[in-house]
């Protein structure tokens, strides 16, 4: 199973390219769909695998009470920290370094695990030709790091990107600043920055646009597999795009 990551600032729309590519796609999956089908196909928790044969959807409330509290959860997560032993190393060296200029690491944390145990997972499950996943570990690197970047970060940048496991295909969204701040402030904020005053929430968003560019260098250097798509144009146009080299 070939991985698709999506990379872009918040409000750049990635979110929504991720979910319509992988409706028209065939052979692709989203990687909440991914952990549903591998927890029911062969889960080690006989409740989750109930949970994840009576749910319809990855939105089910059943299924998500039942996979928090899963055994297949952790060890999952055991099993992506033994086949990637730095990549949480680096995500807490990063964390402490930059404390003082941090928000949110708790949360940050939270998340970075949760993509750890449900990629491990969807990826030893592997019965689609795609994964697409509009939060991967690429755009996790701008949670990581948008808070008071600065460029003493780069190494820590640098070091995280290649602990982490490399996509086969990035699709990296851009969008003017202004267009991803008037959706963010008509579809709301991420928790992480919600109660900021709008100068900071507008800081952190200029630092956001500031480490996607970054990542995209880094991977770019790295002769990861990039495409760039505009998220001011219409939705199928993008799609078009994307789609034309996901068929070469």
């Known amino acids: 199973m070939r991985v698709v990551e999506f990379l872009g600032p918040p409000g750049s729309g990635k979110t929504s390219l991720a979910r319509e590519l992988t409706r028209s796609l065939p052979g692709a999956i989203d990687l909440e769909e991914a952990v549903r089908?591998?927890?029911?196909?062969?889960?080690?928790?006989?409740?989750?695998?109930?949970?994840?044969?009576?749910?319809?959807?990855?939105?089910?409330?059943?299924?998500?009470?039942v996979y928090a509290r899963s055994t297949d959860r952790f060890s999952g997560l055991a099993r992506f920290l033994e086949a990637n032993p730095r990549?949480?190393?680096t995500v807490l060296a990063s964390q402490r370094t930059r404390a003082e200029r941090d928000r949110g690491q708790d949360l940050v944390l939270g998340w970075m695990l949760n993509l750890m145990a449900r990629y491990q997972l969807a990826v030893e499950w592997g019965q689609r030709d795609w994964l697409v996943?509009?939060?991967?570990?690429?755009?996790?690197?701008?949670?990581?790091?948008?808070?008071?970047?600065?460029?003493?970060d780069l190494p820590l940048?640098?070091?995280?990107?290649?602990?982490?496991p490399q996509p086969d295909l990035v699709v990296t969204v851009n969008a003017p600043?202004?267009?991803?701040?008037?959706?963010?402030?008509?579809?709301?904020?991420s928790e992480r920055v919600l109660a900021l005053p709008a100068a900071e929430r507008n800081a952190f968003l200029a630092d956001a646009v500031t480490v996607n560019e970054a990542i995209s260098n880094h991977l770019q250097a790295a002769a990861l597999r990039l495409i760039p798509v505009d998220g001011s144009a219409p939705i199928p146009d993008s799609l078009l795009t994307v789609a034309a080299t996901l068929r070469d």
């Open 87 to 89: 990549a949480l190393e």
């Open 37 to 65: 089908a591998a927890v029911k196909a062969r889960g080690e928790d006989g409740m989750a695998r109930t949970a994840a044969g009576l749910s319809r959807s990855s939105s089910s409330r059943l299924w998500r009470a």
């Open 157 to 164: 940048l640098t070091a995280y990107l290649t602990s982490i």
């Open 133 to 152: 996943l509009d939060e991967g570990f690429c755009q996790r690197g701008v949670a990581l790091f948008a808070h008071g970047f600065a460029p003493e």
């Open 177 to 189: 600043f202004e267009i991803c701040e008037d959706r963010l402030n008509q579809r709301g904020w």
